[in-house]
């Protein structure tokens, strides 16, 4: 039988994940924040971990140098600590149930056979992305900007799975449920669910991540893509597909990963929006990936900025980078092969011609004309979700 068996990838860590003791010798210390863990978890390299159980890892600003996130430095986030670490590749199945035709139990191996292969490239991007950087500070994990990466995804479109269930009169919402579980049992599952008319083609149930099987962490064997939304609906270790006509009110849903309803407002600490709504499309965004800030640059060098700009797949017009504090701005180099969910690449020379700090500042437009607002400008919510304000970096010219 085949099987995968994530304890024996790394024993420390996966029995972090399992909440088991370790073995006479090993101990291990509770990690917070913006550390560099020096513990790698199965398939990824040491990243900045904020928890080891459940694992909540960031990738490093390197990462938006390049068009693809390695696999081994692609951000993790899991609301859950039960994470099952042995994985039955043979009776590993996908249930598809509720208002359908036909209920299907799907194989990995008839997924991969009897359904058309598909990929798409599109960015990863959790809904907290950024958070540290409003203020004041929301509550939540205090992400800085790596909890997003971008990959090609391959497996088959979420559509043809249900119309081999075939749908029944007043379908209207589908449910995802993975096979993490709470530790606690009044936890609520991490359940998602989306409106038939959210889901077009390019939805897809992956198995493949940058041409290799999904790693462990980011879902293995199965997650939804759902390209252009924000991560939170992309629901990981993928099992169970429930169609339904109405509703159910789900804690995920109804609680986290929402913002108000009202797009023009800021709310205040003091000030709650009662109205609210899930996060859903990515507003447009670009990091700096080089230089970082610390860095040391030659005055009178080349420095060629780099970094990476997106939006929920209506495309990037431009990136404009100003070093003078935002009074004039100039366009960079866009590469865009990745298509219209990818990332966008910008390149820039930049020659500094003064001694001191300089600031870098990168802003993208999308399409549409939405560009990034200042940072104190984003609309500033309870959650701490859709930060996009333009990226600062502040280098040293010597
Ligand atoms: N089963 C399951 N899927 C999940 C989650 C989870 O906790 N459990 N978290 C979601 C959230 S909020 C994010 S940001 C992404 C993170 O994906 P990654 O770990 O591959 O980066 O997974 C999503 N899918
Ligand atoms: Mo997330």
Request: one cysteine or more; charged letters at 25%; a negative charge.
């Amino acid at each position: 039988m085949q099987r995968r068996d994530f304890l024996k990838t790394s024993i420390a860590t996966s029995a972090a994940i399992m909440g088991t003791s370790l073995s006479a010798g090993v101990t291990m210390q509770p990690i917070t924040g913006q550390e560099v863990s020096t513990m790698a978890f199965p398939e990824k390299r040491p990243l900045i971990t904020y928890s080891d159980r459940p694992p909540l890892l960031e990738s490093p600003r390197s990462t938006f140098t390049s068009r693809v996130t390695p696999n081994d430095e692609f951000f993790v986030r899991w609301h859950l600590p039960d994470i099952p670490t042995h994985i039955d590749l043979d009776s590993y199945t996908i249930k598809i149930d509720g208002l359908v035709e036909r209920e299907l139990n799907i194989t990995l191996k008839q997924l991969r056979e009897d359904f058309e292969q598909v990929e798409v490239e599109a960015v990863l991007q959790c809904g907290g992305n950024s958070r540290s950087a409003f203020k004041p500070i929301c509550g939540g994990i205090q992400w800085g900007h790596g909890a997003m990466g971008s990959a090609v995804w391959k497996g088959v479109r979420l559509s043809d799975l249900l119309n081999r269930a075939g749908l029944k009169k007043g379908a209207h919402w589908i449910g995802f449920n993975g096979k993490d579980n709470a530790a606690y049992y009044e936890t609520p599952n991490f359940i998602r669910e989306l409106e038939i008319e959210e889901l077009n083609d390019h939805v897809i149930i992956a198995y493949e991540m940058n041409g290799e099987d999904l790693p462990y962490l980011n879902g293995f064997p199965l997650r939804l893509i759902i390209p252009g939304y924000y991560s939170d609906s992309w629901v990981k270790m993928l099992s169970n597909i429930t169609v339904t006509h109405d509703y159910k009110s789900l804690f995920f849903m109804d609680v986290a990963y929402r913002v108000p309803d009202n797009e023009t407002e800021s709310e205040t600490p003091q000030n709650k929006f009662k109205k609210t709504k899930p996060i859903t499309n990515m507003n447009v965004k670009s990091i700096i990936g080089y230089p970082e800030t610390g860095m040391k640059v030659y005055h009178n060098s080349h420095v060629v900025v780099r970094g990476v700009a997106f939006d929920d797949g209506h495309g990037i017009q431009d990136v404009l980078i100003s070093t003078d504090e935002g009074k004039t701005w100039e366009k960079s180099l866009l590469a865009q092969e990745g298509g219209r969910y990818a990332y966008t690449q910008f390149r820039f020379t930049y020659k500094p011609t003064k001694y001191g700090k300089v600031n870098i500042m990168a802003k993208a437009v999308n399409r549409l004309g939405d560009e990034q607002p200042l940072a104190a400008d984003v609309l500033w919510n309870h959650g701490g979700y859709k930060f996009n304000g333009i990226d600062i970096v502040t280098v040293e010219v010597v």
